[in-house]
């Protein structure tokens, strides 16, 4: 930060923060927070406060735990309590036991403090992801592995101290790091605007323009909406724009084609991949632009589209399974509290190397280039976000009118969306039984474990050793015509709910 003391570094809404005031404010934090605060929770909202509270809490030795305030109170509840958290930075989600340490104001004079010096292997942030067992899993990320990553990173988006960066990924998962840190730590300028989020691909585009932003980083799933956009209406991305990162979910061939077929050639379209547990983008690879290597033809529909090369900080391995085995300094420790879950997903070899198990099935192109194939297990992307289809049946099983139910990922609408059978116990109002279960678990999940459909069936598919056979009860109710949406037993009113407010959810997701 004291390399470009004058330079501006966060950018909200037209105001400015220099590299100078910043690094007092993260000073200041820090100085409050004391030496090794631990665990420190802070209400993830799109502002420059959060950023400050990242900074601070990493500079007093603590890890960083972001928490929605949006999320239904029991969530917070069980998030802090699986950490150990005893420190929140801002009262907006506090608890009972919880000490509340307030942000400095921009006229607070800087209080004394250096940043604390902490070992490689201490915590820097804990992240949750999708559990089985109906709580989620909170995800250890040493500082080691920020330091290999944003190095990458900074070399692989080229990142300068003239570029402008849109803040955009939900701050309560880990893509918001590969914008924010690669950028502060490079001299560039991070912007927030409410803009970002607004819905409207002409505001977004507006602000865009305005605010001279170079880099976007960007949900697949709203890249696609986006490059639809630009077709349709037949319009270009602004001039400004040189780097578009997208990563999440598997990108479309035929966006790809229009994509190609707009004025874009100077951007660099750059795919992304990576997992929480693997710390940001394991790999990655140009799509379009001028660092793209030559296609033959035009994307067509069937095509494979590539997830990329390993970047120079990652060791990977196929397995004879064909599963992608990360290596490296980017390797999280573990799940916090949880040994069984923990050796599940990470093995060390003869070697001594320590492996994290990705569940994805990948195959090697003859260029060297991986491409995804498909997962080992459940588990599935929902607006970008790894969910485990088991957490939505754990809390849906909770239910007093629930006998027992199925839930898996399927496509609604041209998006990825979860879907729920549920078979009810005996006395149970069918009728009104999914609309009642909706209702229960918003009370208790974020809104990507709450599923687009959710239809009241008579019995589910098992399989020959008697568990549920979640693709084949897909399979029997989604071609029984059961969910119809006509009033009865589906929940899910037609499927509307898979498109209600899908562009202004968008925004939201992180790649990961």
């Known amino acids: 930060m004291r390399r470009y003391p004058e330079r501006p570094a966060v950018v909200h809404h037209g105001d400015t923060l220099t590299y100078r005031q910043l690094d007092e404010l993260v000073r200041t934090l820090a100085h409050r927070l004391g030496t090794g605060p631990g665990v420190v929770a802070v209400p ?48 907006g989600i506090a608890q009972p036991g919880v000490r509340v340490v307030e942000l400095p104001g921009a006229a607070t004079g800087p209080e004394q403090g250096e940043p604390e010096r902490t070992g490689p292997e201490q915590p820097a942030y804990l992240l949750f992801t999708s559990g089985s067992t109906g709580q989620p899993k909170p995800v ?50 991070l912007v927030l605007d409410r803009d970002a989020h607004s819905g409207s691909f002409p505001r977004f585009l507006r602000m865009v323009e305005r605010e001279r932003i170079g880099v976007l980083d960007l949900p697949t799933a709203f890249w696609h909406e986006l490059v639809l956009h630009l077709a349709e209406e037949g319009l270009a991305l602004p001039e400004c724009v040189r780097l578009l990162v997208i990563g999440g979910e598997a990108a479309s061939p035929a966006r790809l084609a229009d994509w190609a077929s707009l004025d874009t050639g100077r951007v660099r379209l750059l795919n992304t991949y990576g997992s929480t547990e693997t710390t940001l983008i394991t790999h990655a690879v140009d799509l379009h632009g001028p660092l793209a290597a030559a296609r033959d033809r035009p994307w067509a529909a069937g095509d494979r589209v590539p997830i990329g090369r390993a970047l120079p900080h990652v060791c990977e391995r196929i397995s004879e399974q064909g599963e992608l085995l990360i290596g490296g300094p980017a390797v999280a420790l573990g799940y916090l509290g949880l040994p069984e879950a923990t050796a599940d997903r990470f093995a060390e070899d003869a070697e001594g190397v320590r492996w994290y198990r990705t569940g994805d099935r990948v195959g090697r192109a003859p260029d060297g280039v991986l491409t995804h194939q498909g997962r080992l297990d459940g588990e599935f992307k929902v607006r970008g976000i790894r969910v485990d289809p088991a957490e939505v049946e754990a809390h849906l099983a909770g239910h007093p009118g629930v006998h027992a139910v199925a839930v898996t990922g399927t496509t609604l609408a041209g998006r990825s969306a979860l879907v729920a059978y549920v078979v009810p116990r005996a006395g149970a109002a069918a009728g009104t039984l999914g609309a009642e279960l909706r209702t229960y678990l918003r009370d208790r999940v974020p809104g990507h474990l709450v599923p687009s459909r959710i239809t009241v069936v008579p019995e589910l598919v098992l399989t020959a050793s008697g568990k549920v056979d979640r693709a084949g009860s897909h399979r029997l109710h989604s071609t029984r015509g059961t969910d119809t949406g006509r009033g009865g037993t589906d929940s899910g009113r037609g499927g509307t709910d898979a498109d209600e407010g899908a562009r202004a959810q968008l925004p939201e997701p992180a790649h990961h």
């Open 44 to 91: 993830a909202t799109h502002t420059p406060d959060t950023v400050v509270a990242l900074l601070g809490i990493l500079a007093a030795g603590g890890a960083y735990c972001p928490v929605d305030p949006a999320f239904p109170p029991q969530r917070r509840q069980d998030m802090l309590a699986a950490v150990g958290c005893r420190t929140a930075v801002g009262a």
């Open 140 to 189: 250890v990320t040493p500082r080691r592995a920020i330091s290999a990553t944003v190095d990458s990173l900074r070399t692989l988006f080229g990142l300068t101290p003239e570029d402008r960066v849109l803040q955009f990924a939900s701050l309560n998962w880990d893509t918001c790091f590969e914008e924010i840190l690669p950028t502060l730590t490079g001299g560039a300028a």
